[in-house]
């Protein structure tokens, strides 16, 4: 089974775990269109019913409208029950690298507000120690050459995340800088380092944030209970 085969099993797996009635947080990236497909045609099958979806980007929430699902901002719901979102990395103690899709700011507040987080990947995505994928950080435009310099001057090797000729901007019109770490060795202590650092936004690291994760394996969907 290929890699998007997996992902599709995983996608379609998840959507069992929502139940008519929910309010749903949506995430971002390519295991989770399958699930927003998925999510869609039994919405418009009847098989559930009375769902509002809280999207975690402007791609999600078109694929999601398009697809008949109900879509508020999230300062239109008081709480989300369940969120399903996608991961770059998941390691052994269940910490997480996200923000390959560019979204990490708004996953990480729709994260926040929900009482369940779910995690769909597949079995490349989990690994022993969080860094080899790179760790991405969302930055204001403004001084953001300084920023980049700084994590430059600390060994962090940062590049630019580019969209053409043109540096990446997210949905809230910010830069991605992404540092290749190759190995983190302090997940809490970086991210809190980082979070510090002004003109940082907010990273890619999710720590302590996941309940559950589904994994695409060979032999079918795996679960996996963080806490």
Known sequence: MDQNALKEQTGKESVKYIKSGMIVGLGTGSTVKYMVDELGKQVQEG?????????????????????????????????????????DEISDDFQGIKGGGGALLWEKIVANASNKVMWIVDESKLVHKLGAFPLPV????????????????????????????????????????????????????????????????????????????????????KVLHAR
């Not at 600390?154 to 540096?167: F, N, V």
Request: proline residues 3%; hydrophobic residues 35%.
């Open 138 to 221: 969302e930055v204001i435009p403004f001084g953001a050459q300084h920023v980049f310099n700084r994590l430059e001057k600390k060994g962090y090797k940062p590049t630019w995340r580019m969209d053409g000729d043109q540096k990446y901007r997210t949905d809230e019109n910010n830069y991605i800088i992404d540092l290749h770490l190759g190995e983190i060795d302090d997940p809490k202590s970086l991210a809190d380092e980082l979070i510090h650092m002004v003109g940082i936004v907010e990273t890619g690291l999710f720590l302590n944030r996941v309940n559950d994760v589904i994994v695409g394996t060979q032999n079918g969907p």
């Open 47 to 87: 098989k559930i019913k009375d769902i509002i979806g809280v999207t975690t980007s402007s791609r999600t929430a078109k694929q999601a409208t398009d697809l008949g699902i109900t879509i508020k901002d999230i300062d239109d719901v008081d709480h989300i029950d369940l969120t399903i979102d996608g991961a």
